[in-house]
């Protein structure tokens, strides 16, 4: 993984100077990482090696791989013939691997599902709504006020902090990128200027002007105008967020802009992984581009990270959940295919040990078992309700439509099948939790594998689904007797306090921390 951030630096640093000369603007090297740094590692991973003896390949004149935004390229990335056409210029350029084509005009494929569901009427109409009550905030907008969007918080504690930072509460989000089409002859005019490679590297330089959005080349000056059509504040105290620095397109030009002006931009821990695992992207780019980066609670000074409390369920102090209830089984879906490793064998896996979980469960207790699927998943072609009913057809599942919260309230026991995000918020809100996963702790970082021994020492966390089954067995006639013994709850509110803290006053917490980072970005300036 060091190559491949070490390649993402190197093409950011080189796209930087090609975009600043293209657009004739002079943007320092963080402007260009706040607007383009995730997306940039993405598509360095996308880029991989392929060892194959022939294939056939699609052609056609609407076969471009420019997306129109980085979301867009997210589901590009799953696009089959998206990946035919990538695959197929990898083999073009860097191999011998005899070649059919085939024509075929792949029209809007993969364009950005969001685009898709606005042209759903209803869906129109809410975000006309939206947008007409936000306008309407906006008239009591203070061009100096601090400026929060996407913070992960509860909608009536969001609301709270922006009261206690002096503002009216605005239903601000980043809006949806206006598609721009490629325009194929600029590009195959257009050339980065730097020195060359050979092998895989000068390949993904080669390619980079290929799959880099519309939106950052042919629709800048469009999203330039959105930014301006935005009517948010034209000097704001600071900025915050905790979702929209990666895909919100408007969003990230506009705060790269207020941040060359020296406005204080502060991003606060968006989910799991961060300060755990060993390798986690996202973590190293809001780092890097952020003033500060506010935890759930571990801490790193050398890096501007600072321990602040786990958003998503601030204000919540007990969850619900019901003694006498089922089981809730917690799945995720396939991953998008922009990671550096094919996610398919990883997860037939762990399908598998999903189902080994339910067939060790006694009968009675797999009959009040329900499935959580993620919500995802119809997106995706592994169609896991189909698997689920041909293997295990008596239990039932979940779309993942259903709220989570009524979902856990209805539960006993609630068993998450990877590391994720929901671990952290149903320990911290102390709800009867187990987890298990393939692989163990070997994707933590040493500092973190202590906390989750703690967790596997209570019999929280299990390395395979048959102790996971085993435990809720033996704990299901009394599961409030075993969550709440010292053992237990000693070590959740111990891994809680380094991965999701709470905090009897959120609001007050994050206020400060922010007005604390505002102050020393000014003073620096």
Known sequence: ???IDALSRDLLIELAEFLNHFHGIRKSPRFWR????????RYTCVLEDHQISSTVLFTGSSLHLAAADTVSFIWACDDDVWNNVLIGTILQRMSRVPLEYRSIEAGQAFANPDLRHASNPTTRGW???????DGALGLLQRDDEAFVIASYLPRVQAAMLSMRLGYIPRLRRSPAVRPIPVDANLRSVSRLAFERREGFTGFAHDMLLQLLPTCFLEG???LKLQVEEADWPGTPRLIFTSNSFDTGEVFKLWAAEKVEGGCPYIIGQHGNNYGAARYCPSETECVETADAFLTWGWQDHKRRCEPAFILKTAGRSQGRWNPRGGVLLIETCLPHLHSAWDPYPEFAMYQEEQF?????????????MTVRLHAEYKRHPWREDERWRRRQPE????DGTTPILALISKSRLVVHSYDSTGILETLSLNIPTLCFWNGGL????????PFYELLAAAGIFHHTPQSAAEKVAAVWNDVGAWWRSEVVQRSRQSFCEQYARTRPRPVRTLSRLLLAHSSSVARRH
């Open 356 to 368: 080994q979980f339910a067939e060790r469960l006694p009968e009675a207790i797999r009959r009040v």
């Open 34 to 41: 706040i607007l383009l740094g995730h997306w940039i590692h």
């Open 127 to 133: 975000r006309r709504l939206y947008d007409i009550a």
């Open 1 to 3: 993984m060091a190559d």
């Open 395 to 398: 239990v039932a599942l979940d």
């Open 220 to 222: 800048f000056n469009s």
């Open 442 to 449: 070997a994707h933590l970082r040493d500092c973190a594998i």
